[in-house]
């Protein structure tokens, strides 16, 4: 029989490396490890792009290129992974030849500088804070902190390359749900669709999963357990059900 799934907060970060059915994900190199919420996050962005007619991707400060590795796994749209750090960048290169998926291309460089297109679907896991106690690791303040790419950036960035109809897919910190409105109103972006994520049944939301874009329409709310007295939740397994290896 196999071992148990771990605990949501069972991804050893010490670890190099991440194992998942399909690929392994080298994180030794980037300020961004794999983690549960990220992983949660892939999992949930490919399943609303599985099956459909997608013309070409954007993986916003891609890291190792989980994100895109996960989507890739689901979906055959080409996808641009962009990345300012150079390490990681390389990191994201391996990782994303190691798990043969061709349709993935790392872009090295800033955001704002780079020469890009519009996309059909934009995803990204941003900086979380602003004008909060930042790390003294230069590379986990810039992946953690807007230091290199501000919200007011992303959103406007966002806005601009975002084609019509296309879908942006965001992971946030719940506490910035207001920030997340005043942003959406100065740039003429509505939700789609916003899943609040609860570690457990002890906690409140701590993240925000939301699908936006240019054209008004109803909103679809929701909320996602991960893990209940029993370990994961039944909805967690069935978004990451295809990628952990013992689920």
Not at 88 to 112: H, K, P, S, Y
Not at 149 to 169: D, K, V
Request: with cysteine; net charge negative.
């Amino acid at each position: 029989m196999p071992p148990p799934p771990r605990a949501p907060t069972g991804i050893d970060m010490a670890n190099p490396f991440f194992r998942f059915k399909q690929f392994t994900v080298w994180h030794d190199r980037s300020a961004m490890k794999v983690t549960t919420d990220a992983c949660l996050f892939g999992a949930w962005v490919a399943s609303r792009l599985r099956g459909s007619a997608v013309g070409h991707a954007l993986d916003i400060g891609t890291g190792t290129g989980l994100l895109s590795l996960m989507v890739a796994q689901q979906c055959s749209a080409p996808i641009d992974a962009v990345e300012i750090d150079p390490q990681a960048a390389m990191q994201a290169m391996e990782n994303r030849t190691a798990a043969g998926f061709g349709n993935i291309t790392v872009l090295t460089g800033d955001l704002l500088q780079l020469d890009l297109p519009r996309y059909d679907v934009i995803f990204s896991n941003p900086p979380f804070y602003e004008k909060e106690i930042e790390s003294g690791n230069a590379g986990r303040r810039t992946a953690h902190h807007a230091d290199g790419l501000t919200w007011n950036e992303l959103f406007a960035f966002i806005t601009r390359h975002l084609a019509p109809g296309g879908t942006a897919y965001l992971l946030l910190p719940y506490k910035r749900r207001k920030d997340l409105d005043a942003l959406l109103r100065r740039e003429g972006l509505y939700l789609y669709e916003e899943i609040a994520v609860r570690p457990s049944t002890r906690q409140s939301p701590s993240r925000l999963m939301v699908a936006l874009g240019s054209t008004e329409r109803e909103v679809q709310s929701g909320e996602l357990l991960i893990a209940n007295e029993s370990g994961y939740s039944p909805e967690f397994v069935a978004l990451l059900r295809d990628y952990y290896l013992y689920l």
